[in-house]
Each structure stands twice: as structure tokens, then as C-alpha cells.
């Protein structure tokens, strides 16, 4: 209500006639109000809250990635300049196609997404229009988490192709070898530089692949699942959430101020007696 009362006064300010509506508010100051009302209505209607249940997703899936990274995301299904999903960003060193982030994005396809110290970032995949096939390319370093819900995943590492659909994942790159742990589903995949050196993971194994051979699949406990997975409880996404409540509590307050106005601006109020009217006026 503070900031109503000052831009009220602004608009009024100055005027010398009161009493003369008509010329103290011209059209295009009632409208810059209303336009001025509206605005602060809807930035006081819009908060920041967490990414609620990150481990749900759509039918496109999502990913995570650890700090320190920067794989390249590519959605097949999609053209070049498409949105291919929303970007949340946590610290202050996300970055895509070298683009700062500050909370979120909708990103398009074939996009490098960059993470420095202490930053993460999450991606909600489109699931495309009948066809979801996702690429993730150049994940050379780091840590990685993600359900591919119903879409088809392609992920490329420095060791490893794999493929994978209705899985949830885990994988770990250094410069010596890919660690990928299946939390649920299967995973099929090779060695980058020897396709014909091939293996399945499946639900609660884990495997490991260098640059010349395949150690696994083995049973992993959900001790070791939960320290591969610790790192993502170091990050907390944001996203942009509307109060409709306040916007049309805040709505009826601009349109109830405006309204005052056009009526001030009409003449509106009790028409002048006969004793005050001008010497002009026939005397009936």
C-alpha cells in the first residue's frame, strides 16, 4: 500500500486545481498508473521456492551434474534453435554456451552446460513430440545423476557409450575411468574406443570402464549408492512460482484506484444548483 499512496502522489503532484479532475489526470497518466500498479502487483506475486521431490520427472527425464563440468546436451527429436528443456542452476558459476545462469533457463538444443566450483546444474527434458531421444556428449569429468523416464538416452563419456531408457543412473568420469552405478533399470554400453567390448548393467550394479577394458558388472549395497549419490545433497535448485491469490487480490486494488480516476476524470459528482448558474441562462 506504501508504494500505491507514493505513485498516487506523483501523479498529482503539482497540481494546483484540485477540484478539476479532467485536467490534472490526463489518459495517458491513468494508464501509466494502471500499467505501474499491474507490475508491482505481479513482482510482489512472484517468489523464489526450492525445486520440490527433485528425484520426479517428467516423461523427458532429467539430469544432474556435479560441479567443475561441461557436457554438451543434444535432444534428437528437437531442431537446432528448439527449447529442449529448463535449466536450474545453484551457485554462481553455471553457465550455458558460456552464458552466466542465475536461477533458471530454458535452454536450447545443443547446448554446453558449464559448471564451476561449488555449482551445480539441473535439466527437465521435453519428451519431444512422439519421439524423445537425448543426447549427452562430453561428460569427461565429474559426477552425473539422472532418470531417463521414458525418453532414450545416448550418454558419451571419455571411456564409455551407453544407452539407456526408464532408468535411474549414477556416473562418475576422471581422466583414468568411467564409473556407472544403475540405481534402477539397465544399462547397455561399450568401450568408446572398442565398440565390440560390450556389457549390460543392471538394477544395484555397478561397472567401470577404461580406456582398453571392462571391469564388472558387480553388486553394489545401498551404502555405496548413497555415498555415490551424497554430492547432490551439497546443491538446491530455484524456480519462480506466482501467488495468483495476491495477483488478484492486487488486480482488484489497481482496477478499484483506476476507477476512481476516470470518474474524477469524467466530472462525476452532483450538477451545479440554479443559484450558481451564469447570467446567460434564461430565468424560466
Not at 73 to 79: G, K, L, N, Q, S
Request: aromatic content about 8%.
Amino acid at each position: 500500500m506504501r508504494m500505491l499512496i507514493c505513485i498516487l502522489i506523483v501523479s498529482f503532484a503539482g497540481k494546483k486545481d484540485a477540484s478539476n479532475l479532467n485536467s490534472a489526470v490526463p489518459s495517458t497518466v491513468i494508464r501509466n498508473t494502471f500499467l505501474i500498479l499491474m507490475l508491482t502487483v505481479l513482482s510482489s506475486a512472484c517468489s523464489t521456492v526450492p525445486v520440490e521431490n527433485r528425484n520426479a520427472s517428467s516423461a523427458g527425464g532429467f539430469w544432474e551434474q556435479d560441479e567443475n563440468t561441461d557436457p554438451r546436451f543434444y535432444h534428437m527429436a528437437m531442431e537446432a534453435d528448439e527449447k529442449i528443456g529448463i535449466l536450474y542452476a545453484s551457485g554462481n558459476q553455471v553457465l550455458a554456451n558460456g552464458t552466466p545462469i542465475e536461477d533458471t533457463l530454458d535452454i536450447k538444443n545443443n547446448t554446453f552446460v558449464g559448471t564451476g566450483p561449488k555449482s551445480s546444474a539441473r535439466i527437465e527434458f521435453k519428451d519431444g513430440s512422439g519421439v524423445c531421444s537425448i543426447q549427452i556428449q562430453g561428460f569427461s569429468v565429474g559426477n552425473g545423476y539422472g532418470d531417463t523416464a521414458h525418453c532414450e538416452y545416448g550418454i558419451i563419456t571419455t571411456h564409455a557409450s551407453a544407452r539407456t531408457q526408464d532408468t535411474i543412473y549414477h556416473i562418475n568420469v576422471s581422466d583414468q575411468r568411467t564409473e556407472i552405478t544403475v540405481l534402477r533399470g539397465l544399462i547397455k554400453l561399450s568401450l568408446l574406443t572398442d565398440p565390440a567390448q560390450s556389457a549390460i548393467v543392471n538394477s544395484g550394479e555397478e561397472i567401470i570402464l577404461t580406456t582398453d577394458s571392462i571391469i564388472g558388472p558387480r553388486p553394489v549395497s545401498f551404502e555405496e549408492i548413497e555415498r555415490r549419490i551424497r554430492w547432490r545433497d551439497n546443491y538446491t535448485f530455484h524456480k519462480s512460482e506466482v501467488s495468483w491469490g495476491t495477483v488478484l487480490v492486487g488486480a482488484g486494488v489497481a482496477a478499484a484506484i483506476v476507477n476512481m480516476l476516470l470518474r474524477g476524470k469524467s466530472g462525476g459528482g452532483t450538477p451545479p444548483s440554479p443559484t450558481t448558474r451564469g447570467t446567460d441562462y434564461p430565468n424560466y
